[in-house]
């Protein structure tokens, strides 16, 4: 099954995001990732600006046990899933199963009712994420984690 995801966070979410990419990587294998965007907070509290991106991996685990994989790597990086506010509260991080589908589908995020789902797709606000000592711009990046001696983690940007 192929996981198509949001991923978006607005409390230092150059680095948190970055962070959770090679989470993911590092439990699902090869990721890839689209753009990264600046996107204005809807809904919130709080009113920082957000950075938001997409990606899809695959997973033979079911979609129950992958959400609370993502809810692990919220939290790790800071989220509050307790509070009963946190939805809209600022925001380590915050990954969201968009969909499951038995192959990866880029276009089906443009079917989003999120507006910060389909920028990353339309929106020519590009930010930069820093994943691991490197910086990822706006192209699409495909990620894998090369695992061996080194753990060497594998980014090909599409510019």
Do not use: W
Request: net charge negative.
């Amino acid at each position: 099954m192929y996981y198509h995801v949001s991923i978006g966070g607005n409390i230092q979410p150059d680095k948190n995001i970055g962070c959770a990419v090679v989470k993911l990587t590092q439990l699902f294998g090869e990721l890839t990732l689209f753009p990264r965007v600046s996107t204005d907070a809807v809904e919130m509290i709080e009113v920082n600006e957000f950075i938001n991106t997409a990606a899809i991996f695959e997973s033979s685990l079911s979609p129950t046990a992958v959400k609370a994989i993502l809810n692990d790597i919220e939290v790790e990086l800071g989220r509050d899933r307790d509070d009963p506010l946190c939805s809209v509260k600022n925001r380590c991080c915050d990954i969201d199963i968009f969909q499951v589908l038995d192959s990866p589908q880029p276009d089906s995020f443009l079917s989003s009712d999120e507006s910060y789902v389909k920028a990353v797709f339309t929106s020519n606000r590009h930010a930069a994420i820093q994943c691991e000592q490197l910086y990822l711009g706006d192209g699409s990046t495909t990620i894998n984690l090369q695992t061996g001696p080194s753990n060497e983690l594998v980014i090909n940007q599409v510019f």
